[in-house]
């Protein structure tokens, strides 16, 4: 291995955060045989780390002095700017890297890349897309974004965490962007699932029963995201064999079943009238995909 690729040949990377995530970026260095240092705000969440070799740190401040290129994973960015704007903390990093892959806002992202170049930190941004379980193996999702050629001086180490990395672009923003719009898919989907196994169980369906049909609709997501990407693009969102109204009617038949139950029906009925008010913009016979536009309206 050339010393541009080898991850080892970094002398050592630092961890905040000893979450399941920190703890599991923090397994995957010490497997790729890097020396991991490694730190969290409550104590005793690195004993199995330390029981593998990796190095405690008994403060932030030892922690990233130990290495140049230290990985921050907390809750957010309220947790991570309250370890390293620690006064302490931010005079050790001067001169160092860190890798902010704590889920938050673009503008959290950007605020703490402007924080950096005041107090001369190297600053890359990025986000976690897939479980815990997958760090370490090919089906690891990372983004990153921020200075491409500081990204490209790291993705050695960077890569050991596994799977997919891609280096979204120079605004370091994007990498948030792109994990705020898909948690958007992921949480809306979820709590659309949550709704439909309670009407399931109010009519006496298991979960279980309504697995292999809940699977079947989530397989036709993607070609749907797939089909319709360039229409909301080019802001056309065709109605041909499937109008906004058709699924107006949809809508409304789930609404009325929820509260037949006495079910909350507030998700559905957000859908339903945003789907509304695009019929009322003069749009009955356009796609769903014409929602995109209403929304970007305001
Ligand atoms: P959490 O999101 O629960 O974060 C826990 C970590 O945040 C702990 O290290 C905790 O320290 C620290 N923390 C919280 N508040 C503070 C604070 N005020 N100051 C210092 N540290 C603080 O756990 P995860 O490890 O699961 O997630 C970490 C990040 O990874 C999150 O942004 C999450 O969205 C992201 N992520 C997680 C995934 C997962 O599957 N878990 C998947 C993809 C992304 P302490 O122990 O002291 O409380």
């Known amino acids: 291995m050339s010393p541009n690729t080898d991850p080892t040949a970094a002398s050592s990377v630092t961890v905040l955060g000893l979450g399941p995530m920190g703890r599991a970026l923090a397994g995957a260095f010490l497997d ?31 922690a990233v002095a130990a290495s140049p290129l230290t990985v921050v994973c907390v809750v957010n960015y309220d947790a991570s700017d309250a370890i390293l704007r620690d006064g302490p903390v931010t005079s050790a990093l001067k ?17 703490t890349a402007a924080w950096a170049s005041e ?33 490209a001086r790291h993705r050695p180490v960077l ?9 979204l672009g120079e605004d370091i923003g994007r990498a948030a962007a792109y994990d ?3 948690l958007d898919i992921f949480w809306t989907a979820m709590s659309g699932y949550m709704h439909a196994v309670a009407i399931a ?18 397989a036709i997501l993607p070609p749907v995201f797939a089909d319709t990407a360039a229409e909301i693009d080019n802001n056309t969102h065709s109605g041909e064999g499937n109008p906004i ?30 789907a509304r008010k695009a019929i009322d913009l ?12 209403v929304l970007s309206r305001g």
């Open 282 to 293: 003069n749009h009955p016979t356009d796609g769903f995909t014409r929602v995109a536009d």
């Open 159 to 167: 890569d050991v965490l596994g799977g997919t990395h891609t280096h």
């Open 32 to 62: 790729a045989g890097l020396r991991t240092v490694v730190w969290n705000r409550t104590p005793g969440r690195d004993d199995e780390l330390v029981a593998r070799g990796a190095q405690r740190a008994m403060t932030a401040e030892e």
């Open 95 to 111: 001169g160092r890297t860190v890798v902010n892959l704590t889920a938050d806002t673009p503008d959290r992202a950007r605020d």
């Open 201 to 218: 169980k109010a009519e006496g369906i298991s979960a279980t029963e309504l697995l292999p049909f809940a699977q079947g609709i989530g």
């Open 180 to 182: 705020v719009a898909l």
């Open 119 to 151: 107090h001369g930190v190297d600053y890359l941004d990025g986000a976690i897309m897939t479980p815990t379980t997958t760090i370490g193996t090919p089906h690891a999702v990372l983004i990153h974004s921020g200075p491409q050629p500081l990204y």
């Open 245 to 274: 109204t058709s699924a107006v009617s949809s809508m409304a038949h789930i609404v009325h079943a929820s509260e037949t139950h006495g079910i909350d029906a507030s998700i559905m009925r957000a859908a339903e009238s945003l």
